[in-house]
């Protein structure tokens, strides 16, 4: 129980000052576990002195100290002299508090200088089970009320969305109805449109934001309502948006990322998905951080969210002049929509069929919703030269001439997966500043005539005869690249396997390149380079049937922190005979249908921190150099033959493996029955 933790902290030493931080959002309960902790007996008895003071935003030191004074000496009415100095103050302060001291901070904002505290407690939302506990601790439910309250347990859960006060606050709602399910209805718009949370607990962690960070925070109001968002598409587009102004010596990429992870600091952001070594994939806005940012963006004049149910016979074309950002999408409950004079320039499609057919010349951003799939584009493009992103599913005639004749585009992203079918034309490499371009592998794209200088990232289908050096040169500066290679008989549709193999030439002329991911389609055969470049951070192969040669030259890169191994490897020995090798790796992810036999030495993976063995069906031993580790390491097995989830318990029960974790996920394989089953650990 995390009182119990703190209270350790709290109690464990008294000879140096030491500070605890609370950190979350406003409403998760941060005052709530500090005032458990501070009104505990045992930290009562521990303490000779203890003060409480809440610091309000607009705060001066000497009120704070005196404050202080007060919370800790009540009972002397002349503990402050009349106009005392903040020095003055501070030498009381310090005089009362000698001996040593500890200090609990409840705080939604996780500054720099706190890293540097002893301890720090970052709060995180309840999950379904503790939400609907906390409800009922609220709203005792009566067996006669037990149905209707059970009809509407699972949107109570979703739309307070793990905030324990938003909890608190519906079931206190709820306890004063008398009819349940009408009272839940008006409840449940409420929350959904505007929100019940006091909004001045919000607007402190939202007004000292500088310029450049409140926009960013209010452009989450274009994306739906507890909709996951992709950390590098949502910074491609602040940047394609203008809000990333360039530093010395940082990316734009760089920059806002750094801008996102203030807002994270700040708890105005959830992370929702993070990769083994702490970058942030996916992240997301809280629903009741939503209302309030939906509502101060339409407030400033510069969103406009269309509800279509609420709006559905009235056409999209009103909305087109009415803000700066519109996101259109659908929703059980209306948003405010505000009608202005901004020329949109920024357009989000999150449903189909919708009709919009009017000049939209400053458009920077326009984007359609990966789920959507389209028939037409439902805009007139005409003249977009201010367009810097464009992500879309499929690709139209019609955006020949927009992509083609744009001088501004930064971001194009065309979505839409298959077979490959259709050959794009070579002018998609026209504009000048072109900076990401993913292609969906339907698609297939001739290289370049031209140097692409500042192209960072690129995503698409490559043909065998592309695969060469002087093809690699059009792209100097680039730093993720991902490939699917298909054979130029693929076209045909009676094509079969690839007839020859694919060569695939050396990559280390891509200097800047720190993220390579290599795709072969089914019955091809790929030889994979033998020169990597330096400085590659992150590897991934599927369907390449490499060799043990293969991977001892993949094991000599000294800078390689992550490879995933998809159905890569076909031996069924890899001896891994590298000294040193895997020297920077800290995340393998290994799917080896045919793999039977792996042997490690004890000085490869030095630093490795997580393993993932995927479909190992014949693989019964995990090597042994993985239970002699002096830094956390952990194992997980997915789909994995029984032998080798055997193993993994015995390596974890040895004294030499406490820093080992194993993780094991249904279902697993038994070869000895030939078939799946279930396993619980």
Known sequence: MIVEWIKDQLLSSRSQPKLISIVGMAGIGKTTLAKKVYEDPSVALHFDVRGWITIPQDYTKRQMLCDLLQSILPAELNVIKKGSTTDELEVQVRLCLLGGSCILLTTSHLKQDYYSSHYIHNMTLLDPKESWDLFCDILPIKEHMAPKIEKIRNH?????????????????????CNNIQEGWKKIEKELESLGILDRNSITVSYNPLPHHLKVCFLYFGVFPKRNRILVKM?????????????????????????????????????????????????????????????GEAQKEGILCAVNTRQHSGLSLDAFANSC??????????????????????SIFFFLENSEMCVPLKVLRVLVFDTSISLQRVPLNLGNLVFLRY???????????????NNPNLQTLVVSSSGAPSVHLPSSIWKPPHLRHLELGNLYIVDPPNMVKENLHSLSCVVRPIHCRKEVYDKFPNIKKLKIFLKDDTEASPTHGSCSNPIILDNFA?????????????????????????????????????????????????RELRVLKLENAFHGTVWNSVVKGGFYSLRFLLLEAKKLKQWVA??????????????????????????????????????????????????LQRKKSSKNLKI???????????NKHTKVSI
Not at 279 to 288: F, P
Not at 644 to 650: E, I, P, T, W
Not at 663 to 673: A, G, R, V
């Open 509 to 557: 002329n891509l200097k800047g390149l720190e993220k390579l991911s290599i795709s072969i389609s089914t019955g091809c055969i790929a030889a994979l380079p033998e020169l990597y470049p330096s400085g590659l951070k992150k590897l991934k192969l599927s369907g390449t049937n490499m060799s043990e040669k293969d991977l001892t030259i993949i094991a000599t890169l």
């Open 663 to 673: 993780k094991i996920l249904d279902p697993k394989y038994d070869k000895s029955q």
């Open 390 to 404: 464009l992500s879309i599913t499929q690709w139209f005639e019609d955006l020949d001439d927009v992509v083609s």
């Open 601 to 650: 030495s004890s000085d490869q993976f030095p630093v490795l921190k997580h393993l993932v063995l995927r479909s190992c069906y014949c693989l019964e031993r995990i090597p042994e150099r993985f239970a002699r580790t002096s830094t956390p390491v952990s194992i997980e097995l997915e789909g994995c033959h029984s032998s080798l989830v055997a193993s993994a318990k015995r």
């Open 324 to 345: 700066r950002w519109l996101g259109i999408y659908s929703h059980s409950f209306d948003y405010y929509v505000l009608f202005g004079t901004n020329i949109p320039r």
């Open 156 to 176: 109570v859960v979703e739309k307070c969305d793990g905030l324990p006060q938003l909890i608190v606050e519906v079931a206190k709602r709820l306890s004063e």
């Open 234 to 294: 949502l910074i491609r587009l602040w940047i394609a948006e203008g809000f990333v102004k360039p530093l010395n010596h940082y990316e734009l990429e760089d920059e806002a990322y750094m801008y996102l992870q203030e807002l994270i600091d700040r708890s105005l952001v959830l992370i929702e998905d993070q990769s083994f070594d702490g970058k942030i994939k996916t992240c997301r806005m809280h629903s009741a951080m939503h209302s309030f940012c939906v």
